[in-house]
Nanobody, 124 residues
Framework: QVQLVESGGGLVQAGASLRLSCAAS????????MAWFRQAPGKEREFVAA????????YYANSVKGRFTISRDNAKSTLYLQMNSLKPEDTAVYYC?????????????????WGQGTQVTVSS
C-alpha cells in the first residue's frame, strides 16, 4: 500500500509557473508507475501525464504537451509536475496516482492509489 499527498497548488495568473509535488510513503515508491490527473468543476477527471519506473519513459495529454513536465525522484519518494505557461483552462484539482499496471496509461482504472488533490487556479 502507498499513501500519496499532493502539494504546491495555488492561485496564479495566466503565463505563470507552478511545480506540484506528490509525496509517497514507503520505500516501494520506485516500483509504482505514477501519474497526474486533474478535475475541473463540472467535468470528468482528466489524464495529464504519466511516468514509468524508468524515468525516461513519460506520456502526456496533448493539452499539456510542451508546457508540463512530469518527473520523479525515487530517492525522495516524490513525484513532480512542473507546469509552465499556465492557462485558465488548466484550473482544476490535480491528483497524484500510483499503480502497478504493466503499461503507462491514461485510464484512471489502471491506478490503484490516489492522493486528496491540490487546487490549481489560473486567472486571466
Amino acid at each position: 500500500q502507498v499513501q500519496l499527498v499532493e502539494s504546491g497548488g495555488g492561485l496564479v495568473q495566466a503565463g505563470a509557473s507552478l511545480r506540484l509535488s506528490c509525496a509517497a510513503s514507503g520505500r516501494t515508491f520506485s516500483t509504482y508507475k505514477m501519474a497526474w490527473f486533474r478535475q475541473a468543476p463540472g467535468k470528468e477527471r482528466e489524464f495529464v501525464a504519466a511516468i514509468n519506473r524508468n524515468p525516461g519513459s513519460t506520456y502526456y495529454a496533448n493539452s499539456v504537451k510542451g508546457r508540463f513536465t512530469i518527473s520523479r525522484d525515487n530517492a525522495k519518494s516524490t513525484l513532480y509536475l512542473q507546469m509552465n505557461s499556465l492557462k485558465p483552462e488548466d484550473t482544476a484539482v490535480y491528483y497524484c496516482a500510483a499503480g502497478t499496471y504493466y503499461l503507462l496509461s491514461n485510464n484512471p482504472d489502471r491506478y490503484d492509489y490516489w492522493g486528496q488533490g491540490t487546487q490549481v487556479t489560473v486567472s486571466s
